[in-house]
T-cell receptor, first 113, second 111 residues
Framework: DTGVSQDPRHKITKRGQNVTFRCDPI?????LYWYRQTLGQGPEFLTY????????KSRLLSDRFSAERPKGSFSTLEIQRTEQGDSAMYLC???????????FGSGTRLTVV | RKEVEQDPGPFNVPEGATVAFNCTYS??????FFWYRQDCRKEPKLLMS???SGNEDGRFTAQLNRASQYISLLIRDSKLSDSATYLC????????????FGKGTRLSVIA
């Protein structure tokens, strides 16, 4: 499979628990992005990496959120002390260059109960 | 003013109709423009890039007007399979900046 992979596809967690999502980008792509999407909204930017360097973080990314991309390959997004407002689809995307559109993974749907 | 604005719709059109979506963006420094398609509960998929000279891909035509900061997407001969949400997407400015997505315009093509 040469697409962007995300794991898990669905996650239900209790409020206050920590969750971690994984994204495996297309192997030749050095840029990796995390977005969040809620119903009726477009994807909202969270953070992005060029290789292993995290180049930008959105103000949406509170202190409870952290992302890593060790060795410039896969990436993880962790949410600590989850809140009901964190319920959303978390989308990962990758691209080879800044001028190209992104290829998205299927997303991880998080439900905080 | 929002960075990218789109009419949310829905646009309900019969098969075979021509439909046009518009989008405005606020940052005059934006350099790259795209239309994405998103099916219900699926990830967005790149439909086409938008170039200054306008570009066409089969039944789809995209136009960019930098002076008015306006992007359009025209779909001719609509098919049932065109039913989806169409997301207007721009870069925030030149350089290493992530894409900014509009909220999308929902299209339903009916038989």
């Amino acid at each position: 499979d040469t697409g962007v992979s995300q794991d898990p596809r669905h996650k239900i967690t209790k409020r206050g628990q920590n969750v971690t999502f994984r994204c495996d980008p297309i192997s030749e792509h050095n840029r990796l992005y995390w977005y969040r999407q809620t119903l009726g909204q477009g994807p909202e930017f969270l953070t992005y990496f060029q290789n292993e360097a995290q180049l930008e973080k959105s103000r949406l990314l509170s202190d409870r959120f952290s992302a890593e991309r060790p060795k410039g390959s896969f990436s993880t997004l962790e949410i600590q002390r989850t809140e009901q407002g964190d319920s959303a689809m978390y989308l990962c995307a990758s691209s080879p260059d800044r001028d190209y559109g992104y290829t998205f993974g299927s997303g991880t749907r998080l439900t905080v109960v | 003013r929002k960075e990218v604005e789109q009419d949310p719709g829905p646009f309900n059109v019969p098969e075979g109709a021509t439909v046009a979506f518009n989008c405005t963006y606020s940052n005059s420094a934006s350099q790259s423009f795209f239309w994405y398609r998103q099916d219900c509960r699926k990830e967005p998929k790149l439909l086409m890039s938008v170039y200054s000279s306008g570009n066409e891909d089969g039944r789809f035509t995209a136009q960019l007007n930098r002076a008015s900061q306006y992007i359009s997407l025209l779909i001719r001969d609509s098919k049932l399979s065109d039913s989806a949400t169409y997301l207007c997407v721009v870069t925030r400015n030149s350089g290493n900046t992530p894409l900014v997505f509009g909220k999308g315009t929902r299209l339903s093509v009916i038989a």
